[in-house]
């Protein structure tokens, strides 16, 4: 099961492993990405489904998002300027990008994943991106070269699975992008250390360390069909809505020098067994998540919890249950037949900012 991404309305993939567990149809393996990271971490540690569903919207979860806040970047005049520049190049990854300085929000150390509780009933295998730059490389011209190494983080049994596989990226069809053909293989993180990586967001948050190296998250490789197919002989995927033109796409072509609408198409198009169709989420769970806060007046961008502990948690619970009947309805449907795209997603509003 892909797990691609999510942002802050990663609560949608734990309830999905519910329905799909209850039926049955558990997979064996979480391929996770971004926010679809930290649901793997939870579904992972915690086996019972009441576990995850309380963990989501525990009080160690709300105090985690509370924690968050605006670096010295979040200035909102300077960052619009830098999100229309982003839109008006057409150029892939032209330069070297500062993941290490240019970022929204700092991530609180302490991260919200719960201790291992039992025997874990799956496998998990993490994305994220090995940086190939150092500091001392940022705002040069790229040229051909090539910045990122995507990488797994997985047990061995994953890992002997996708041993000499080239990233899914190196495929010519993806253009000149900035990252590497040989696609990496790290046994030695534990689940929730790989899930901190995976939510290195660029924009958003700073490249995560481990073991002497930077990395950016699973916004690398938000859709790793291809990877699934190497993990499993029955692929469950979602079927996603589009990302929004202004902030999103022009920061993937800016940074990683990916076309993130034809990536996109290729997910939705690619064949799966089964197809969970959350294509409405930003509009059936519009206010369910961490919202954005222009303060035109300080010039800054916050991110604004919901002002109790019994809103949040309500909202945990709008997205565990979001989750839950997108993948009953995906249960009833014949095999590999996909979804059609919900009407309701014409009207959803873009984001104010990239979906990590």
């Not at 790290?186 to 360390?209: G, H, K, L, P, Q």
Request: proline share 6%; aromatic share 10%.
């Amino acid at each position: 099961m892909v797990l691609g991404g999510g942002g802050f309305r990663f609560g949608i993939y734990i309830g999905m492993y519910a329905a799909l567990r209850q039926a049955g149809k558990a997979p064996d393996v979480l391929l996770a990405s971004c926010g679809g990271a930290i649901a793997a971490a939870i579904i992972h540690n915690l086996p019972d489904p009441d576990a995850q569903r309380k963990w989501l919207s525990s009080a160690e979860m709300y105090q985690f998002w509370c924690s968050l806040r605006s670096t010295r970047r979040a200035a909102l005049v300077g960052t619009l300027l830098r999100a229309a520049q982003r839109k008006l190049s057409r150029s892939n990854a032209p330069v070297i990008p500062d993941l290490f300085n240019d970022y929204l929000f700092e991530i609180p150390p302490a991260l919200p994943f719960p201790a291992a509780s039992g025997t874990p009933e799956v496998d998990v295998a993490i994305i994220g991106g090995k940086l190939l730059f150092g500091p001392e490389d940022v705002g040069r011209r790229r040229g051909q070269r090539k910045l990122y190494a995507e990488t797994i983080f997985c047990n061995q049994r994953a890992a002997s699975a996708l041993r000499g596989m080239d990233s899914p990226l190196a495929d010519e069809r993806w253009g000149e992008h900035a990252i590497a053909r040989e696609m990496l293989i790290d046994s030695t993180a534990t689940v929730t250390e790989a899930a901190r990586i995976s939510i290195a967001d660029m924009i958003y948050f700073r490249s995560a360390r481990y073991r002497g190296d930077e990395y950016i998250g699973g916004v690398l490789d938000l859709f790793p069909v291809e990877i699934a197919r190497r993990l499993g002989a029955e692929v469950i995927m979602e079927f996603k809505e589009a990302f929004d033109q202004v902030f999103s796409i022009p920061a993937w072509r800016a940074v990683l020098g990916v076309d993130g609408n034809a990536r996109l198409r290729y997910a939705n198009s690619h064949l799966a067994d089964m197809r969970i169709d959350s294509s409405d989420v930003s509009v059936v769970l519009e206010k369910q998540q961490l919202q954005q806060r222009l303060d035109w007046l300080h010039n800054r961008i916050e991110l604004q919890m919901p002002p109790s502990y019994d809103l949040f948690a309500q909202h945990m619970r709008d997205q565990w249950q979001y989750g839950y009947e997108r993948a009953q309805e995906a249960l009833t449907r014949p095999p590999r037949q996909q979804p059609l795209v919900r009407r309701a997603n014409k009207y959803s509003k873009p984001l104010s900012s990239i979906e990590p």
